[in-house]
């Protein structure tokens, strides 16, 4: 029996902003987001205050999992997203 795979590995990924805030989302190629976040064609969120670095990345089993842990991230507390960014991962 043939199992379906997702073909690419899927991310959920940290972002900051120059205002300092961090972003949230998940992708299957987080470098590719992360460029059309700086170019101004990914999230809202980066039209107040520019895209300026990718601070953290975690690859997920699927994308069921990565949003998933998107969700359990974005529910953490300033201090603990900090804690991820600091980490790199």
């Not at 300026?52 to 997203?81: F, P, W």
Request: some cysteine; overall charge positive.
């Amino acid at each position: 029996m043939t199992t379906l795979t997702d073909p690419k590995p899927w991310f959920v990924y940290l972002v900051r902003a120059a205002n300092g805030a961090l972003y949230c989302g998940i992708s299957n190629d987080p470098m590719r987001r992360f460029a059309q976040h700086q170019s101004g064609k990914g999230a809202r969120f980066f039209q107040s205050s520019p895209a300026v670095a990718l601070v953290y990345t975690e690859q997920c089993a699927s994308k069921g999992d990565a949003l998933r842990q998107e969700r359990l991230i974005k529910k953490l507390k300033k201090s603990a997203k900090e804690c991820l960014a600091a980490s790199g991962a």
